[in-house]
């Protein structure tokens, strides 16, 4: 036996040194593709050299360490080429050693080499002066405190262009003064001088127009004009107004001009102008008719607020001392006034008790807090418009305007505003602080570089035997680690290394994979199929994966399973193509789905698996087979890993729900709700959890005993005694099945009829559930249910007629639910549609 085993073992040894040669070769040529060769090039007729992959030169940038037991890189590399005087040939390729901790006490690049400017992000610590750099150079630590204070100031930038930027989302006003003009002018008749002419009509003008005063005063000053702090007893017309200002009609929304209606009839006496999206704004309005008698006119003005103001009712302006204004700032004042008057009922927080004053507006006693935008429109109404009055009059001085001056406040947009968004997004100075940053780090680096320097020279000249001797060590791991040849020769000298069992099996494995690859080889000259399936069907294997996961861990969830059984068939799959592999992983889930576990579970947790691994990127799908296999693998175990730590996060996020005294009902049995309540025991919460049988498969029951277990008081009732029970319960918690699209569940029947209870009385409904079960189904009753997820597959192969069989599930609305406490967070009902494109897209 002992001579067949050795004799097996050197031939196994043979093969697998050619095998492994080969593999060698595989692994140099993709570590050249993916650029993590250390090899430079020079390039024809220059005399620089570059760099042939991404691999970072970190051998400069360690000092040695002194004692230190050597430590072999993993991948070779070398020092980035130094650069040479101008006018000298190019230096001639060379191979430096590996790095390693002794790396640093190699030779060096030439003085006044460079590294090559790196293309990653550069970061604040890049900046930074090395410690024994400053203890060398004190003068240095003034550069460290200009850095701080540098650091300070762009906190300090950034901190104001935030709130700047705040500031700029909430409308800016300021009360501004307008200066309207109203004038008139006559223009006399004249009689016709001879027969035939046509004499002219005596008529009248009148023109409205404004500024606002700041506008009067620049233009003024602009124009060389003082001004004076009295006031001109004659009115003097408006100057002419800068085209860059305001123009007058802007501020009104509609302006109506009524005269004498005795004069110019029901049908002439109105002059109306009115804003529409189209209009273009004016400098002012004017109005023509004929005639020579005083006219009385008066001039209706509605101010355009923006945002839109209301006149409060008499009686409710008087209580909260506001005439007109907007609608947040109208009920921001009644809040105050409720606060100000203790007006809360302090019972129900939400209802407010109105005072005499109070109930005299509303006409109510009492109110609900959310009936108050209701109950305060009302009494709100359009302002009031601006009525100026005004004679239109003939003087005898000829036709020398007449003109009224009348001052209104408005409001206008802040003009720091401008100043301000130009400041925020302003970017002058960017490109400059960026070269400035380049700069530094670039200067940085150098003196890290020369640091580097001093130290190999300073340690070389302590203890050169030391120093070559440590050096050598490091290199020869480095050299072990670059040939791959890092096995234990003394241990495969002896013979009892191979008397042990697993090179016994080791050796039958690999009899066994070389007569099935001989037999593929001989197939395939014969001009058949390979195989490429394994000889146990896919269905038949993952189930069988499948059931063992349950055996191994009763904790394992349906959906943490189905994924690890997906994954297990991934990584045994053999297939060619990117088609037959989806085609294993389907016959998988029909598998998994004829099993009598959660249909709804394994379709939803396997979906989102085969989605998961399938995004890669379009370089992955240019690979073969076998590197696409291995990156979906990668994908798979990521995927594994998250849903791993899905119930911890669950039962984080829930923690602070659960308070001590509580009554917790439950319904069914859920892992999840079962981590949230022990976590929340752990920590020294009293809970007392009153669990449903949630029959007909009495999964309650089962619920119960390890709540019992966990150490958690708990109590079993039968489902007809939820709403009994409920007028004592504090929170429902349920897990669920399936998260609909809608943002509803499904879960073990009865779910429906404790959720819909405990709506009924008010009491809060929580449902704690994985992401991988949201399902991209959208029911909108019990009849839209899928008859998989109503059923276990046996029932559905078997029964023929299921209008007798008792249904597993029931679907609870979204309206029925409070919160959702998933592993991606908190979410309402209406959310999960959203999230559910995100996981999916």
């Known amino acids: 036996m002992y ?74 590399q070398q020092p980035p080429p130094g650069s040479q005087p101008v006018g000298q040939p190019p230096m001639r390729r060379q191979m430096a050693p590996p790095p390693g901790p002794l790396m640093q006490n190699s030779p060096m690049p030439q003085p006044g080499s460079r590294m090559q400017p790196s293309k990653k992000k550069r970061r604040y610590a890049d900046k930074l002066i090395a410690p024994k750099v400053r203890e060398l150079v004190p003068e240095s630590q003034a550069y460290m405190d200009l850095l701080a204070f540098e650091q300070k100031l762009d906190a300090t930038i950034t901190r104001k262009k935030l709130d700047i930027q705040e500031s700029l ?16 002018t006559f223009l006399p008749g004249r009689e016709p001088e001879r027969e035939g002419e046509e004499g002219a009509v005596p008529m009248w003008e009148l023109r409205v127009e404004g500024r606002l005063l700041d506008e009067i005063n620049s233009a003024n000053a602009a124009s060389g004009g003082g001004s004076g702090s009295g006031t001109n007893p004659t009115p003097q017309p408006p100057p002419a107004r800068p085209p860059s200002k305001r123009k007058f009609s802007s501020f009104f929304k509609s302006l109506v001009i009524e005269l004498d209606k005795e004069i110019y009839g029901p049908d002439n006496h109105l002059v109306e102008w009115h804003r529409t999206p189209t209009t273009n704004e004016t400098d002012g309005f004017q109005v023509k008719r004929p005639g020579d008698r005083p006219v009385k006119c008066t001039i209706l003005l509605l101010l355009d607020y923006q945002p839109m103001k209301f006149k409060l009712h008499p009686r409710l302006a008087k209580v909260l001392g506001i005439a007109a204004e907007t609608r ?107 070269n400035l940053d380049q700069k530094i780090y670039d200067i940085v680096e150098q003196i890290n570089e020369w640091k580097i320097r001093r130290d190999f020279y300073a ?101 943490l399973a189905a994924i690890k059984t997906l994954h297990h068939v991934l990584e045994n799959s053999r297939a060619s193509t990117v088609v037959e592999l989806e085609k294993d992983l389907e016959k998988a889930v029909q598998a998994l789905l004829n099993t009598d576990c959660s249909s709804t579970t394994i379709r939803s947790a396997s979906d989102l698996f085969k989605r998961f691994i399938s995004l890669a990127p379009s370089n992955v799908l240019e690979q073969p087979i076998d590197k696409e296999l291995e990156f979906y693998e990668s994908r798979g175990r990521t995927f594994i890993a998250s849903v791993g730590e899905s ?28 981590e949230a309540l022990s976590k929340a025991h752990s920590e020294g919460v009293k809970l007392h959890v009153w669990v449903a049988e949630s029959q007909p498969d009495g999964s309650g029951k089962l619920m119960f005993s ?24 504090d929170m429902v918690a349920v897990g669920a099945e399936g998260v609909m699209e809608t943002g509803g569940i499904i879960n073990k029947i009865g779910t429906l009829n404790v959720c819909t209870c405990a709506k009924a009385l008010n009491k809060p409904v929580y449902v704690m559930a994985e992401s991988f079960k949201f399902v991209k189904e959208y029911p909108l009753s019990q009849r839209d249910i899928p008859l998989e997820f109503l059923y276990r597959s046996s029932t559905l192969s078997t029964e023929k007629d299921l209008s007798q069989i008792h249904p597993l599930v029931d679907y609870t609305a979204p309206h029925l639910i409070n919160l959702l406490f998933t592993d991606i967070g908190i979410l309402t009902p209406a959310a999960i549609g959203e999230e559910l494109v995100k996981l999916y897209i």
């Open 3 to 76: 001579s067949a085993v050795a004799n097996t073992r050197k031939w196994q040894k043979r093969e697998t040194s050619r095998e492994s040669g080969k593999t060698r070769d595989r692994q140099r040529e993709r570590r050249e593709k993916r650029g993590k060769t250390c090899y430079m090039q020079e390039e024809k007729g220059q005399g620089t050299a570059r760099q042939a992959g991404r691999a970072k030169m970190q051998s400069q940038q360690r000092g040695p360490i002194p004692g230190g037991t050597p430590i072999s890189s993993r991948y070779p």
């Open 169 to 184: 989302k909430r409308p800016q006003k300021i009360k501004r003064r307008l200066r309207i003009y109203i004038s008139h």
């Open 328 to 434: 947040p700032k109208i009920i921001e004042a009644l809040w105050q006034y409720i606060k100000t008057h203790k007006l809360q009922d302090p019972n129900d927080r939400d209802t407010i008790v109105n005072d005499v004053f109070l109930e005299q507006c509303f006409g109510t006693k009492k109110m609900r807090f959310m009936e108050i935008p209701q109950r305060l429109h009302q009494l709100l109404t359009q302002p009031d418009p601006l009525v100026l009055h005004h004679i239109i009059q003939h003087n005898e001085g000829g036709a020398e305007k007449n003109t009224e001056c009348y001052d209104i406040d408005v409001e206008v947009e802040d003009p720091l505003k401008q100043h301000m968004a130009a400041f925020v997004h302003s970017q002058q100075s960017a490109q400059e602080i960026a």
């Open 459 to 559: 340690r070389f000249a302590d203890s050169p035997h030391d120093f070559i001797e440590k050096w050598l060590m490091s290199q020869s791991a480095d050299l072990k680690t670059m040939t791959e040849s890092n096995g234990d020769t003394e241990t495969d000298r002896k013979v009892e290394a191979y008397f042990k069992p697993d090179i016994e099996e080791g050796v039958f494995r690999y009899l066994y994979q070389k007569v099935q690859q001989k037999r593929a080889e001989l197939e395939q000259s014969l001009g058949k199929m390979t195989p490429k399936a394994p000889t146990t069907p896919v269905s038949m294997e993952a189930t069988q994966y499948f059931l063992d996961l349950f055996k191994q861990d009763a904790t394992t969830s349906t959906g």
């Open 647 to 674: 119930r911890s996060r669950i039962a984080k996020y829930s923690r602070p729900f659960f308070k001590s005294g509580m009554n917790v009902l439950t319904h069914s049995h859920s892992l999840v709700v079962l």
């Open 706 to 729: 390890k709540l019992q277990q966990a150490g958690l008081t708990a109590t079993l009732v039968l489902d007809s005694a939820v709403g009994y029970l409920m007028e004592r319960i």
